[in-house]
């Protein structure tokens, strides 16, 4: 029979796994994803930018954008925020996204915030080739904890890679059959 002491070690062991689980990791651990996909359209570079940049479209191309509020009716410019309601990996949610970097139309970044805490940038980087449009976006997140880190590399990295790989196909058939 295991005395006392062993079974307060153990599991005061596995309450400090636990813990160590589910805390906010520090800032000095940087555990982040980066999810890129790229496409070529066959439309110029400023149609394709006007077009990803103005958010009341996204919800046509990408599956996970379920609707969005605010400035939606044109392409944002740098400071300006959209709040888009979402579906990611299965994850239901809101994100505030706010315009960190706009060079039309070569380049456009926004950092999203949930709950006042960081949620991510995407980015838009376009590049003219001769049938139109290199278009690349990029989403950058960062685990906020072990077990989110986990989850992510077991489930959630490859669903959301999927959700992009079809976001920027369905871009693609968007543009080059809009008249």
Do not use: C
């Not at 596995?14 to 160590?20: D, F, P, Q």
């Not at 996204?58 to 509020?69: E, G, I, K, N, Q």
């Amino acid at each position: 029979m295991k005395s006392p002491l062993r079974w307060i070690g153990a599991i005061l062991a596995a309450l400090a796994v636990l813990v160590l689980l589910v805390l906010p990791l520090p800032g000095f651990v940087n555990l982040t994803t980066r999810i890129v996909t790229v496409v070529a359209i066959e439309r110029p570079d400023t149609v394709v930018f006007d077009y990803v940049t103005t958010p009341a479209h996204w919800p046509d191309w990408h599956p996970s954008s379920l609707s969005v509020r605010g400035a939606t009716d044109h392409s944002l410019r740098v400071g300006e925020q959209v709040t888009e309601e979402f579906r990611v990996a299965g994850r239901r949610g809101s994100v505030v996204w706010t315009v960190a970097e706009r060079d039309r139309p070569r380049k456009w970044v926004i950092v999203g915030t949930i709950g006042g805490k960081s949620a991510g940038t995407v980015s838009y980087s376009l590049t003219p080739v001769a049938s139109g449009t290199r278009f690349e976006r990029e989403f950058i997140y960062r685990a906020p904890s072990l077990w989110f880190e986990a989850v992510n590399v077991l489930f959630v990295r490859a669903r959301i890679q999927q959700e992009s790989d079809t976001a920027v196909a369905r871009l693609k058939k968007t543009l080059e059959t809009m008249p």
